[in-house]
């Protein structure tokens, strides 16, 4: 049972441009959104995160939407690098209970 | 502080065999969870242990077991091993009071299943 997805398995993008990732999820008990990167080799680690009472959270150069009507969410990284290359996992949680991932999307930013 | 720890890094096993993997989460954490990883289907919840009891699970069958023990360390075992468990094996930890949907992931366990 797929309740999170990301749509696009990858995404390119010009050094300096907008990076746009986006998730959809399926169950709207999920409370608690996140997103995680990870580099080859490496375990994800924790990028941002919001919770089902706001609709924007923003840590710098990343800032995550939810739309709860819509069931969606999507993180902006705004300007892009080229360190940004990674893979972006969308996770989501309800009430404190396991964790959904979606399948990822791997992000290129070209120089 | 140290990170989640996981070992061994690599490993490879033959169809029917077993395998046991090992999580160390980070000092104070005692929650440690279990995950998937497979091309295309990103992260899949195994399960969650926290102060030695399963407090979640995910859709695996019984073939996939874990345990933790009092110092939060926990592991996880595969019996009768199938081509298609061929995996990264995850494992993260979390604190569960505060901010404790954040998770702290190890580097994975890479199994391959010849």
């Known amino acids: 049972d797929q309740q999170v997805k990301q749509n696009s398995p990858s995404l390119s993008v010009q050094e300096g441009r907008i990076s746009i990732l986006n998730c959809d999820y399926t169950n709207s008990m999920f409370d608690y959104f996140l997103w995680y990167k990870k580099y080859p080799a490496e375990g994800p680690t924790f990028l941002i995160s919001?919770?089902?009472?706001?609709d924007k959270n923003e840590d710098g150069r990343f800032t995550v939407f939810l739309n709860k009507s819509a069931k969606h969410l999507s993180l902006h990284i705004v300007p892009s690098q080229p360190g940004d290359s990674a893979v972006y996992f969308c996770?989501?949680?309800?009430?404190?209970?396991?964790?959904?991932f979606g399948a990822g999307t791997r992000l290129t930013v070209k120089p | 502080k140290a990170g989640v720890t996981q070992t061994p890094r690599y490993l490879i096993k033959t169809r029917g065999q077993q395998v046991t993997l090992s999580c160390s989460p980070i000092?104070?954490?005692?929650?440690v969870s279990w995950y998937q990883q497979t091309p295309g289907q990103g992260l899949q919840f195994l399960f969650e242990?926290?102060?030695?009891?399963?407090?979640n699970k995910g859709n695996f069958p019984g073939r996939f077991s874990g345990r933790q023990f009092s110092n939060s360390r926990s592991e996880m075992n595969v019996s009768t091993l199938e081509l298609g468990d061929s995996a990264l094996y995850l494992c993260a930890s979390r604190q569960i009071a505060g901010k404790s949907y954040e998770q702290y992931f190890g580097p994975g366990t890479r199994l391959t299943v010849t």
């Open positions: 996770a989501a949680s309800y009430n404190n209970n396991d964790m959904r």
């Open positions: 000092s104070g954490h005692r929650s």
């Open positions: 919001i919770s089902s009472i706001k």
């Open positions: 242990y926290f102060s030695e009891t399963q407090r």
